[in-house]
């Protein structure tokens, strides 16, 4: 939060649990929420407890909706979202109301996961694990011809890594447990392989050894062998050397 927020804060001598009216969050992952991600959500009293309670269980298996993008004007997923970010925990217990990222650059991104049970959403940023809430907004109804919209789209595929502190599963005493943890991590794209920092072999090209570069992509479906080289048959020989002989016979001939 910021240094604003901060003062605030310590000029009105409220202890932790304090609820502020507004922040502006600067710099993402320096105050980072040091309570208990899952338990925060109860501090949303409107949303109906049965609601919390499956965000919560949810929560404590990360089985997130998806990993979208935190950026100055907007929250990018696959699902639409408004761009508010709204009741942020910071600090020990503290709260605030409305969050403003203004002062962020245009190319400022932070990853955050989402969590949606009843048309009610957290969001945890990974960076900091400051719980918050936004807002999902209707799909859209999809295009004619039967084409998908992308807030349609594979919101619920889950993804191939495991974000850092970005849940209650951080060990206890870590870094990521005590701030929230500052590594990033990219995502995967789906289909993506891991690949060796080698340049890799041309095709066709041969390797140390002599023989043709046997290293294919992990994944990559196997070609077809090629035809089996042709053996010619006895009778094709025969064929061959009479002609051989019958040719030398007529060059000895017209020698003499």
Not at 111 to 135: A, F, K, W
Request: hydrophobic residues 40%; positive net charge; charged residues 20%.
């Amino acid at each position: 939060m910021s240094l604003l927020a901060t003062l605030a804060l310590a000029a009105s001598g409220a202890a932790s649990g304090a609820v502020l009216p507004h922040c502006s969050w600067d710099k993402p992952g320096v105050n980072p929420f040091m309570g208990d991600v899952v338990a925060a959500v109860d501090r949303y009293t409107d949303i109906p407890a049965a609601t919390r309670a499956k965000l919560k269980e949810r929560m404590k298996k990360r089985d997130y909706d998806e990993l979208v993008s935190i950026q100055r004007d907007g929250i990018k997923g696959n699902a639409q979202y408004g761009s508010e970010i709204r009741d942020m925990h910071f600090g020990a217990n503290n709260v605030c109301k409305t969050v403003s990222r203004a002062k962020w650059s245009a190319k400022l991104e932070e990853r955050g996961l989402v969590y949606c049970e009843d048309g009610q959403c957290i969001l945890v940023p990974t960076v900091c694990r400051n719980v918050s809430r936004i807002d999902r907004m209707p799909a859209k109804a999809a295009a004619p011809g039967g084409g998908s919209n992308s807030a349609t789209g594979d919101s619920q595929a889950p993804l191939e890594f495991e974000p850092t502190s970005a849940g209650p599963l951080a060990a206890p005493g870590s870094f990521a447990a005590g701030a929230g943890g500052g590594s990033d991590v990219a995502p995967l794209l789906p289909g993506s392989v891991f690949t060796s920092s080698a340049p890799a072999a041309p095709l066709g090209s041969f390797g140390p050894g002599g023989g043709a570069s046997p290293i294919a992509p992990p994944g990559a479906p196997s070609l077809p062998p090629g035809p089996a080289p042709v053996v010619p048959e006895p009778g094709t020989w025969a064929l061959l050397l009479a002609g051989l002989t019958a040719l030398g016979f007529i060059a000895r001939r017209r020698q003499h």
